[in-house]
């Protein structure tokens, strides 16, 4: 197949831009004039002044979680108590006898008058159905006085918080274990469920150009339901999986070793937590503030096994404090970790103090941020973290310390949606406010280099992903003009026009109008 007539961005600096690209089977075939018009009967596809880039890597989603979501009532953007309340009443009236209601998306910081939800306030629109609904950062959920019955009192676990009224009855809120633990044993959704969700998601994702993932639901058993997908032929993405950092002891028993795994579903990385967020004011800081979930020496430990295995580390870390002894970790801890050769990565480094920029690009520690979250957390960060802010999301600051930065949406905490987190990156809004700190904008080169070529070489697939080069995969997407070309502010407008995994088209096959 040959696509001709358009803008092929390559992302490789000695070879950016060809007009054509010659596909043969599953790869990349070469640029096109020499051989390639001898083939037999090249099928040709015009580009029509479009532009093609690599495929996008989503660096950092919870996808069945997301996809799930897809189907639960969504809280997003709710003014007020009450006007969440009111969507609620309209979503239990729907839910059969027997389920739960599911819910996401809320956020009290954005309630006004300012006030914390509670189990009563539920119970009034909820009757008996069990409730339970996740903050918008995952890190606090909000029950009703039937979902809390299944727990019979016994909520309370190392590492969470169980907010509680003057008389130390719960309110209703569980935050960080607390919540999680709860999750687990009374709301989790059966796997049918979660295959059913992701086989929409699928659809959703490469309509929105993505070709892989970096999905952090290993928790969950992603990996099942990345299996049963490929099985039933739905799954036309590739996956980078998380597996919880507790299961490393199982993991080196049964000798599985990052990158174990086809084409399609690897398993990549184990994935630990040093803190909580900024949105439930858990994230660790300097200050003294916020909520450990784990240790700088448990860190190191879960490195060291985790190396042993053959496995490296992402690890979630928000506050400066939680970003520091994550950094102090893996320092302690190289002669483990760097001989084999072993990719590790804070997750979000959102909160960082000046110094210790540097030592993420120093270590060899890739920080894998979220663009997305810079203009949509400003206002809680203007807040919470007033006077540190110089630090947070200092995506071009480290980049300049020469740090590897891949991007993610943290779906579905933002939208699943590359080029947005792309625009986020570059403009440093979302609406019609300036820039919030324009000096941490990156570039669009930079943006679409963290969101093709760095996430491919975190999964080690640096020499046949993430760039068009002969060789590799045929995993691009079809954008309708060519960004590079436009003015920051329109970068917005772009749209994907059509995705092609491994040199078949998943999503809007030509001829297109
Ligand atoms: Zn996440």
């Known amino acids: 197949m040959i696509l001709e007539n358009g803008t092929v961005r390559t992302l490789e600096p000695t070879l950016p831009v060809t007009r054509a690209l010659a596909i043969a089977g599953e790869r990349i075939a070469g640029g096109v004039g020499t051989h390639e018009t001898a083939l037999a009967t090249p099928d040709r596809v015009d580009l029509g002044s479009r532009c093609v880039l690599p495929g996008f890597n989503d660096s950092h989603v919870h996808f069945p979680t997301w996809a799930l979501a897809q189907r639960h009532i969504r809280l997003e953007g709710t003014a007020s108590l009450d006007d969440a309340l009111e969507r ?17 998306g809320w956020r009290s910081g954005d309630w006004s008058p300012t006030v914390e939800p509670t189990k009563e306030a539920l119970d009034r629109v909820t009757g008996d159905t069990p409730a339970a609904l996740m903050a918008r950062d995952y890190h606090s959920l909000w029950l009703n006085s039937a979902a809390l019955a299944h727990a019979n009192g016994d909520l309370e676990v190392a590492g969470g918080v169980v907010e509680r009224d003057e008389r130390g009855a719960p309110t209703g809120v569980l935050r960080e274990e607390c919540a999680w633990h709860f999750r687990d044993l009374y709301v989790r959704p059966t796997e049918d469920e979660l295959v059913e969700a992701s086989r929409d998601g699928v659809r959703i994702a490469i309509a929105r150009g993505v070709t892989a993932v970096h999905d952090k639901d290993g928790w969950l058993g992603a990996l099942g339901v990345w299996q049963r997908l490929r099985e039933e032929g739905s799954l036309q993405l590739r996956v980078w999986q998380s597996l919880p950092a507790e299961q490393v002891d199982e993991l080196a028993a049964l000798r599985i070793r990052s990158g174990f795994g086809d084409d399609l579903v690897r398993v990549g990385y184990l994935k630990a937590f040093m803190d909580g967020t900024l949105g439930s004011q858990t994230a660790r800081m300097l200050d003294g503030s916020g909520v450990q979930i784990t240790s700088r020496e448990t860190l190191a430990e879960i490195i060291r096994s985790g190396a042993a295995a053959g496995l490296p580390v992402a690890v979630h870390a928000i506050g400066d404090l939680a970003n520091r002894e994550a950094l102090d970790a893996f320092e302690e801890t190289r002669d483990a970790w760097q001989p084999p050769g ?5 997750e979000h480094a959102q909160c960082l103090a000046p110094e210790d ?12 941020v979220q663009f997305s979250h810079a203009p949509s957390d400003r206002d809680l960060a203007d807040r919470f973290w007033s006077g540190k802010t110089d630090g947070a999301y200092a995506y071009r600051s480290l980049l300049d310390a020469g740090a590897l930065l891949a991007n993610g949406s943290d779906a579905p905490i933002e939208e699943l949606d590359p080029w947005a987190g792309v625009c986020a990156g570059v403009l440093r809004t979302i609406d019609d406010r300036a820039a919030w700190h324009p000096e941490q904008r990156v570039t669009l080169a930079q943006a679409v280099q963290a969101t093709t070529v760095n996430p491919a070489w975190l999964a080690r697939d640096e020499h046949r992903r993430g760039k068009l080069l002969p060789g590799f995969l045929a995993d691009l997407v079809v954008l309708d003009r060519d960004p590079f070309e436009l003015a920051s502010e329109e970068l917005p407008r772009v749209q994907v026009v059509a995705t092609m995994l491994g040199g078949h088209w998943t999503h809007n096959p030509p001829p297109w109008e």
């Open 88 to 104: 609620i009443e309209a979503a239990a009236r729907e839910v059969q006898p027997g389920r739960w209601l599911r819910g996401t």
């Open 357 to 368: 920029i540097p030592r993420f690009a120093r270590l060899g520690v890739a920080a894998s």
């Open 342 to 346: 072993l990719r590790p990565r804070i």
